[in-house]
């Protein structure tokens, strides 16, 4: 399939609608982890389905590149760009870090000072240590591994708008091999700092960032070629039963990034196209935008419910599991919900960048022709996202 030529301004609802899909992975995962579900009969499917929503962060950080690459505002300041981008993850962070901190103070956790100062700086993921990098609320590691990416960007775009089509496709395909290569390169890295390595280092965790930044900068061009969204949907599916059922783990990664990859720009070039989708209705945008708070509010949720109630690390048997697990996804997206509308948006007005007029869009750098985009009469109506400003997925 040849991608449809684009503009800046155009939007991509359906990828804050994946948004949510990315956030439902990683909150299985933990479901698995955390032995929510003790029945052994349910364990046995939920466990190994579950196993690979590790990958959902994975999923983000592609999206992040892809987002941010196509809504980059040429000719902005870094200075702009970096501002947007602290307005976007730092209030939520301070609000869950001091009620993280404020956990740990009820059940006397021991919390190491200099820790948390890294986690507050967002500087852990640099730490090769399990008590830095997983300090205070654990997840926000990741959000280290971004801030490195939004520094990186404003000196890194500029070539990636020169680069030849072959480089970009180059990236594009080198990175799911990259990821094979981490798993023999790990050996050269002291055993207790190989998880660390392959799973939460910012450069090694870059190259998924990379691979979404390089594939937006071709579907801009109207470069792309990639499967439509129902066919690349099939094989994100395909992908995940086989991997879970067949795959080695040291595998998964690669095959999902590319799996990921070809949803992600799938869906981006629907919408460019004016195609309906099923990612762009009112309530999957609603929940993509709510989810990078869900992200960073659900483990220290299911951990200090569990905790309370005493059903830490022995879980719960019969059908009680599987409602804890509902009650405990319900419980969080309500919590997201009030961070999200209560904080994060009101404080990325406040703190973020003026919005400027934009100027009319002009077509990016000439495409194969293609089918005219279907009238927008067609398209399914949605609450849209304002990509380059302040209410985006990256």
Known sequence: MTSAPATRATRLPSLTGLRWIAALLVFAFHVATMRIVAEPGVRAVVEPAFALGLSGVEFFFVLSGFVLVWSY?????????????????????LVTFAVALAVAFWFADPVAPWAAIGNLLLVQAWIPLGGYFYSVNSVSWSLSCELAFYLCLPLVLPWLRRARVGVLWSVVVAVPLLILALWPAQLLVPEESRWWFTQIFPVTRSVEFWMGAAAAELLRRGRWRGPNLAAASLLFVATWVVAAQWVRAEFWAALLAAAYLLVITAAADADVRGLRTPWRSR???????????????????????????????????????????LALLLLNLLLAAALHHGVEMPLMRRLGPPRRARPAAATAAPAPFVPAPRPASTATPVRSVEYAGRRDPG
């Open 73 to 93: 505002r040429d000719g902005e300041p870094r200075r702009t760009f970096l501002r947007r981008r602290l307005a976007k993850i730092y209030p939520n962070h």
């Open 283 to 325: 309530p999957m945008v609603w929940l993509g935008e709510v989810s990078f708070a869900f992200y960073l509010v659900h483990v220290l949720v299911m951990t200090t419910v569990l905790r309370l109630t005493g059903d830490w690390g022995t879980g719960l048997r019969g059908w009680w599991g599987p409602l804890a697990v």
